[in-house]
């Protein structure tokens, strides 16, 4: 079974086992302490000794690992972003290694009208594409930019799909966002910047895809800092944006209409995960082995 990211509340019910787990244990560890019972006059100086000694042990390994101001010295910063200038609370922002459009040689654009495939409509208009809108095959992708198992599909199954079926011809690739906002706290963050990015330049929004998708242990710990839409001004002027016109749409939420309305409409199709994937009208769910993807696009071809 390939994991995919539920958009429901199963997280709450999976946190409430796990609670009820932990209060378990506990029940069981403190009966299991009610069956020992230890004579402190006959081990308590043993404890003071030991407690004493380890207490120094600590102490010195403590003040051996810390500076001045008490940071960790040696310590490599976290998330495998490319850091920048720190940020207003010393987080750090997070700069595009590769500011350049992933997909050289390939067509690329905004869609426009519906593609209908049996009983499945999809709306392109709007969306940003790449590869030929004369293929034969429509492929759609529902995706959550902090969605771990996205994550895996693009570095898997995606580059393949692209290399052996949109450079080729055969398939028309399609992008709408699924933030799942009640798991993922920078998720709807990420869909608006993607839009903004795509108000001006496609190539622009494919370039903000492939650095949220390579860099989300970085940007998670952005967010957590609160450099997080410090680092979407970057990647707007690192790709060469208007960043006053970025910044409105992206400060406004300008775009959060056109995002619900990517949701809507997955939800419309099926799809309740992500990744989540039409190919024509048969989706595709969870970050799924290329084969799968293989087999479905050659059935529709």
Known sequence: IHQAQKHDDDEENEST?????????T???NQGQEGLTLNIKQVGYGSFAVGLLVGLLLGGILLG??????ETVGLPSPGNGTPSDLGNSGGQVVELSNTEFPYEGLEVGIGEGERTFGNTTINVDGEPYIGSPDAEVTAVSYEDFECPFCSRYNQDAFPQIVENYVQTGEVQYF??????QNIHPWAESSAIASECALNQDAEAFWTF???FFGNQEALGNAHQAGTFDESMYRWAEQTGLDTDQFRTCYDNEEELDE???DKTEAGNNGASATPSILVN???VEGAQPY???ESVIESKL
């Open 17 to 25: 086992k796990e609670t009820s787990t932990v209060e378990n244990q």
């Open 27 to 29: 029940d069981n560890l």
């Open 175 to 180: 992008f709408k966002n699924l933030p799942l």
């Open 291 to 293: 084969s799968r993807f």
């Open 281 to 283: 009208d048969e989706l």
């Open 259 to 261: 995002v619900n309305q």
């Open 65 to 70: 690992g810390l500076g001045s101001n008490g």
């Open 209 to 211: 895809k492939a650095g």
